[in-house]
């Protein structure tokens, strides 16, 4: 699963404060590392923070943060189960 970017959406838009929402993004071209301009679900990832996580791949792992598996965006997860 290379290419796919973790990153959190946060309660405050200065990148504070609890985390809203798990999202799967797109790397930037160029880059592994950093998110590009969308997610999965269309949100911009301007004030989203990268987990510092990325997908394994391993098959029955999950793509988040096992720690956050109740805040996963829904419509990234089924973007992902598809991918």
């Known amino acids: 699963m290379s ?3 973790v990153v959190r959406e ?13 999202h799967a993004a797109p790397a930037a071209p160029g880059t ?4 590009g301009p969308r997610t999965l679900c269309g949100r911009d990832t301007f004030a989203m ?16 943060p096992p720690q956050e598996a109740g805040l996963v965006c829904p419509s990234c ?7």
């Open 3 to 5: 290419g796919i970017i």
């Open 10 to 22: 946060l309660d405050t838009p200065a990148g504070e404060g609890a985390v809203r929402r798990v």
């Open 32 to 35: 592994s590392t950093e998110p």
């Open 49 to 64: 923070r990268a987990a510092g996580r990325s997908p394994s791949g391993e098959p029955g792992s999950p793509w988040y």
């Open 77 to 83: 997860d089924a973007a992902m189960d598809d991918g």
